[in-house]
């Protein structure tokens, strides 16, 4: 078994599905487990010193992980996946490899976490972001400086459901010789592949969509990268930043299913959001599989569906409203994060995005009444009945 989890994307078996069930794994060499197994083990024996099959110390790789690292690369089609402990350690790891001095140009709509890691640890540390509307290229343009080395990328952007054209951020970045780094968390590589339209990184939140079950924290840079790949590694050897194996493990088992989950994800969001957009409670529908949105011809260029995450705002944008309807939902379940089989519903301003001071957030468009949805798998009928009855009720 290789210690390595580079891939070369072109022996690959095709079939997204395929490589959903296959990639990067073999049955275990040593007794035939199909399933890869937990290597619950810190430590690797040695027959003489420095003499190893690949694997020294957990810290720095783990079977399990590397099995779970050349699955992911597979889906991302990427020469190389990086498992992390959690999203945002991934995260941390790319920053962490600028130095002082340097800038970063991040969407202004963005996932909470990210906000407050740029904006809290990085900025003390003189690494400074600017953050700016992607969906404006010349908004964009101005804020590259001749420091400024990473440009952070989300799209569908969290909680506003806007799009940003990759391909096009990325011809811009690589004019100024900056990285560009894409969340895919949302989308995950079923719906869309960075790497593919021009991004140097991609960056999962494996808790959401990856994992799907809600019952793990993950995370994973995938690139073709060969030196942002060793300096990843090196983050991870160096800063302790890596996943267990049983988190692996149940990352892998999730992956299994990914292109199964989504087709549902988004079928079922996609009837939701058709049904809020009718709806006299509701005010604007933030989904770009809707015609309407601002986003959705870009959205149908790079990527293959739209995905399970909905936002929307009230007829009346009145937060007393949006919390009666947080508290009537039935099926729907009150919390955080999103991309697992359970339906979640949540309100970004006083939760995922509480850490954004309000007047930022009203400058962005994050209004008091907006309702994030994770739509998930169950059945279809239900879900609606449930938004359906909470609505009429306020
Ligand atoms: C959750 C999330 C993260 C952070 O991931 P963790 O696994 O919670 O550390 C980053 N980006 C997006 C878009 C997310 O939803």
Known sequence: ???????????????????????????????????????QSS???????????????SR?????????????????????????????????????????????????????????????????????????????????DDALTDATQLLWVETPTNPLMRVVDIEALSELGHAYDVTVAVDNT???PYLQQPLAHGADLVLHSATKYLGGHSDLI????????????????????????????????LTLRGTKTLHL?????????????????AHEKVGLVRYPGLPSHPGHALAQKQMSDYGGMISFELADDDMD????????????????SLGGVESLIEHPASMTHASIPAEERRKIGLTDSLIRLSVGVETFDDLRDDLDRALLQV
């Not at 070369?8 to 035939?32: E, I, M």
């Not at 060793?230 to 493990?249: H, N, V, Y």
């Not at 087709?263 to 079922?268: I, L």
């Open 186 to 188: 949302f989308a995950t």
């Open 43 to 57: 430590t690797y024996a040695q027959a003489a010193p420095g003499e190893h099959q690949g694997y020294e110390y």
């Open 60 to 140: 720095v790789s783990n079977p399990t992980r590397t099995a779970l690292e050349g699955n992911l690369a597979s889906l991302e089609g990427a020469k190389h996946g990086i498992a992390f402990s959690s999203g945002v350690a991934g995260i941390d790891a790319i920053v962490k490899s600028l130095r002082p001095g340097d800038h970063i140009v991040a969407t202004d709509d963005l996932y909470g976490g990210t906000y407050r890691l740029l904006e809290e640890v990085f900025e003390p540390l003189n690494i400074h972001t600017s953050f700016v509307d992607m969906s404006d290229l010349d908004a964009v």
């Open 218 to 249: 993950l995370g994973a840079v995938c690139t073709n990268s060969d030196e942002w790949a060793e300096k990843l590694r090196f983050q991870i050897k160096s800063t302790g930043a890596a996943p267990g194996p049983m988190d692996c493990f």
């Open 1 to 39: 078994m290789p210690a390595s989890s580079s891939n070369d994307p072109a022996d690959a078996p095709s079939g997204f599905g395929t490589r959903a069930v296959h990639a990067g794994q073999q049955p275990d060499p040593s007794t035939g487990a199909v399933m890869t197994p937990i290597y």
């Open 261 to 277: 989950r989504m087709e549902q994800h988004c079928d079922s969001a996609r009837r939701l959001a058709q049904m809020l957009n």
């Open 321 to 336: 409203q949006a919390l009666a309807i947080l508290d009537a939902v039935e099926i729907f379940t009150l919390a955080e």
